[in-house]
């Protein structure tokens, strides 16, 4: 899987879910916001890692006794060993919330193996105990009976859905308070780079606002006038 530039990371921290999702809408891009999901804490770090992807079907009870964890192979377990650091772990859980996609436990082990974070569109049991972690983590709502009630883990960094998004394993996976953007991977330095022109101006707008300035004009810009009040704005900040 192939990793992008730390200092790609790195800008991409400094920007918004909102602001990439415009930004990919103007490349064509309108369904890259993963449905449903939202951070089990608020106010963390944006989040920003490569994708490594866990897929689930529908369980069948005889394929998925309580004793299947036993066996070492078994695909949730090898798939919370095996994801990258400064990845992050997007499960396909088909959307489905009446069992968990993980725990605590497991969840914890991402952790401390330096994973980037976790995002399912199913849910987690032991939320509380997950938002307590210094650690980003996105799903739909709790939830207790755990996943082999429900789901059968089925495969590791093949393409998935999550959240009505096509993710693709290294696809970039950006997460704020707001939810979660899926970034394709060829587009990352790209959308990286115009997203840090597009936060500079918004920061822009925001402070004219504030003053004051109607919005007609000058969001978006096409006032000559706000473009050269946003230049001396632009070289009294740079």
Not at 163 to 192: K, T
């Amino acid at each position: 899987m192939t990793k992008i530039a730390k200092a790609t990371k790195d800008k991409l921290r400094k920007v918004s879910t909102a602001t990439v999702a415009t930004c990919l809408f103007k490349k064509g891009l309108k369904n890259q916001f993963i449905q449903h999901v939202k951070p089990l804490k608020l106010g963390r770090p944006t989040m920003v890692g490569e994708a490594y992807t866990l897929r689930y079907i529908p369980a069948r009870e005889d394929l998925n006794p309580i004793t299947v964890f036993r066996d070492p192979k078994h695909l949730q377990r090898v798939a919370v060993e095996e994801c990258p650091e400064g990845s992050v772990m997007v499960i396909d859980s088909r959307q489905n919330a009446r069992a968990a996609s993980a725990g605590s436990i497991l969840v914890t082990r991402l952790m401390v193996r330096k994973a980037e974070g976790i995002v399912t569109d199913g849910g987690f049991r032991d939320s509380a105990e997950i938002a307590d972690l210094d650690f980003s983590s996105y799903h739909n709502r709790p939830t207790a009976p755990t996943n082999l009630t429900l789901h059968q883990a089925i495969a590791i960094n093949d393409p998935i859905g999550c959240g009505d998004v096509a993710v693709f394993p290294g696809d970039i996976i950006l997460g704020d308070d707001d939810g979660v953007m899926v970034i394709p991977a060829h587009l990352a330095d790209e959308v990286a780079d115009e997203c840090i022109q597009m936060t500079l101006y918004e920061d822009f707008v925001l402070e004219m606002v504030e003053g004051g300035e109607p919005v007609i004009g000058l969001y978006p810009m096409v006032s000559d006038e706000a473009k050269l009040k946003f230049e001396k704005w632009k070289s009294a900040k740079l």
